[in-house]
């Protein structure tokens, strides 16, 4: 199978894209104070379960599939690409988006800070913040997740990456709903308030 340089360089950074996103989030887990636990699944068989393995499981199978097509592009073939979709103009705006997407995300990320936690520990309260990027938004970084998402679809379509989109949002929109009702239950004053001054996805550009 002959690739162009332009095929080869969109498959070369997905590639490492994906590979530094999963890199990142591996480091930060291990060096972000060590005895506080950051992961958390769910009981087995939960709705919070089934969103963060789904999710996992997706995540994974998009870096090793867009690791593999940097050395056999044939793979290309299973995944159903849609050939009438494939131009720089439009996988180029993916890539963009995807970028900008995990920028949104790391910076949405880091504005948590020691708040930060992988699922939601139903034993503990997750701390509420409300300032900065979550003064405008109260999903930031899901904000920047599906961005990235929706550019990964448009940098490679296909049927694959198109299912994992809706997989993605699926899962996105889970993971919202049972932070909501966690907040709720355990800051019910403040979260309310927080509700009526912050809207859910889009941001605000006042600053009251």
């Known amino acids: 199978m002959i690739i162009s340089d332009y095929d080869m360089f969109m498959r070369v950074f997905l590639a490492l894209f994906f590979t530094g996103v ?16 950051r992961l958390y699944l769910g009981r087995i068989g939960s709705s919070h ?20 097509r940097v050395f056999y592009p044939s793979i290309d073939k299973l995944l159903l690409t849609c050939s009438y979709l494939i131009n720089p103009f439009i996988n180029i705006t993916g890539a963009l988006l995807m970028i ?21 520990d139903e034993d503990q309260p997750m701390s ?16 920047g997740v599906l961005m990235g998402q929706l550019g990964f679809f448009l940098a490679l379509p296909s049927v694959f990456t198109f299912i994992c989109l809706i997989v993605g ?12 009702q966690h907040f709720r239950k355990n800051f019910p004053e403040a979260y309310a308030e927080y509700q009526r001054r912050v809207p859910r ?5 006042n600053r009251a």
């Open 22 to 37: 999963a890199g990142f989030y591996t480091i930060r887990i291990v060096t972000l104070k060590p005895k506080i636990r």
């Open 49 to 68: 379960w089934l969103g963060h393995m789904t999710f996992r499981f997706f995540r994974l199978a998009i870096w090793w599939t867009c690791v593999a």
């Open 100 to 120: 900008l997407g995990f920028v949104l995300a790391l910076r949405g990320h880091f504005e948590l800070g020691q708040h930060w936690r992988s699922g939601i």
């Open 128 to 143: 509420l913040v409300t300032t900065k990027l979550y003064g405008k938004s109260r999903n930031p970084m899901y904000i």
């Open 169 to 180: 949002i699926t899962a996105i929109l889970n993971q919202v709903r049972l932070e909501e």
């Open 201 to 205: 996805w889009f941001f605000k550009l």
